[in-house]
């Protein structure tokens, strides 16, 4: 359904929220040795294992959750060494530094914010001890805008010292970073390339939001809109050449979707060593719309790895009033590696 309202404000300006109206219709493992996020490397600060391929497979095959169609059955595509997923599960906090309504990562303190999270990390490590956690701020680093700005773009890019603001609070919790993309009337050619020295770092990874890719030309909020695989296989082509150039581990590329064509063409995308891709399913309602848009558009077309969405307030609003809860999620088929809190 879109039935949404977007319109939120950052400051003095209008912002959008990321999708927060968008309603829904271990064993071994590799290491990652890094020096801490926020601090200048002189040097490579990666090492990396050898791939436990036996393992991976193994996970993946789980991932599945005894699926019985073809969909989800492991096509032997490996990952470089230092992949997180399957071996970790991602738990991220998502939002804007400078909205307290475009996500819990801004809305809170940053003490109550972490307390909170560490709760959200504890109780999926309860509820799958068998796959260790991973805590994640995904920070959006553009946000869309009601009105076209200087660039006539309709888009809103957040200054360095923002971002550098989130690295430094990752760095207290030993969390990893996701950089979020609402491009507008950009294109993710022209976005992608501003936060590269970000990306860069082996503890960074990137979020794109095809709702506010307004291709038409349309003002972001009055359409639902995209990305095709083109789109795609050139922001996971940067990441893995990035990855080559600096010897890095895979970058993660998590791609937000709600409706049937928010991705286009979606067996055309490419799959790397360098980058893994999470389909995260990011509409709101009640347990039952959530799952079944999970199911209409994240299981019926595999990528490669899940994400899920919930949201501390919209999706209380429907009845029965609650969130979907970690053995809820976990049950479903593929079992979501990436799990996004708003």
């Not at 738990?91 to 475009?102: C, H, K, Q, W």
């Not at 553009?142 to 700005?149: L, N």
């Not at 949201?311 to 609003?317: A, M, P």
Request: net charge positive.
């Amino acid at each position: 359904m879109k039935n949404i309202s977007l319109f939120f404000f950052i400051l003095s300006m209008f912002a959008f929220s990321g999708c927060s109206n968008a309603q829904s219709d271990a064993g071994k493992v590799d290491v990652m040795h890094v020096k801490p996020i926020g601090k200048k490397e002189k040097e490579s600060s990666v090492v990396l294992t050898v791939l436990d391929s036996v393992q991976y497979k193994k996970r993946m095959i789980a991932m599945s959750n005894g699926d019985s169609s073809e969909k989800w059955s492991f096509k032997e595509h490996y990952p470089l060494p230092g992949a997180i997923l399957p071996f970790y599960r991602v738990i991220a906090y998502y939002g804007n530094l400078y909205s307290t309504r475009m996500g819990i990562l801004g809305e809170l303190p940053k003490p109550q914010m972490f307390a909170k999270l560490k709760g959200e990390l504890d109780t999926w490590k309860k509820a799958d001890p068998s796959t260790p956690v991973m805590p994640a701020l995904h920070y959006i680093v553009s946000t869309a805008q009601e009105s076209p700005g200087p660039s006539g773009k309709y888009r809103l890019r957040m200054p360095n010292k923002e971002i550098d603001k989130v690295m430094a609070m990752a760095d207290e919790i030993g969390a990893i970073v996701f950089l979020d993309i609402q491009v507008g009337l950009s294109t993710l050619r022209e976005e992608i390339p501003v936060i590269e020295k970000y990306l860069s770092h082996p503890r960074v990874h990137l979020g794109i939001d095809p709702e506010f890719s307004m291709k038409g030309g349309e003002k972001p909020g009055t359409v639902i809109g995209n990305f095709s695989a083109a789109d795609i296989n050139y922001a996971s082509e940067y990441l893995a050449s990035l990855v080559k150039k600096n010897n890095l581990p895979p970058k993660m590329l998590v791609i937000h979707r709600f409706t049937q064509n928010m991705v286009k063409d979606y067996k055309q995308v490419m799959i790397r060593p360098e980058v893994q891709v999470v389909v995260d399913m990011d509409g709101w309602g009640a347990p039952a719309r959530k799952i079944n848009t999970y199911r209409q558009f994240v299981y019926r077309e595999p990528i490669q790895f899940t994400g899920f969405k919930l949201f501390y307030k919209n999706d209380l609003k429907e009845p029965p009033h609650r969130m979907l809860t970690p053995k809820e999620l976990l049950s479903i088929k593929p079992a979501p590696m990436y799990i996004q809190y708003q």
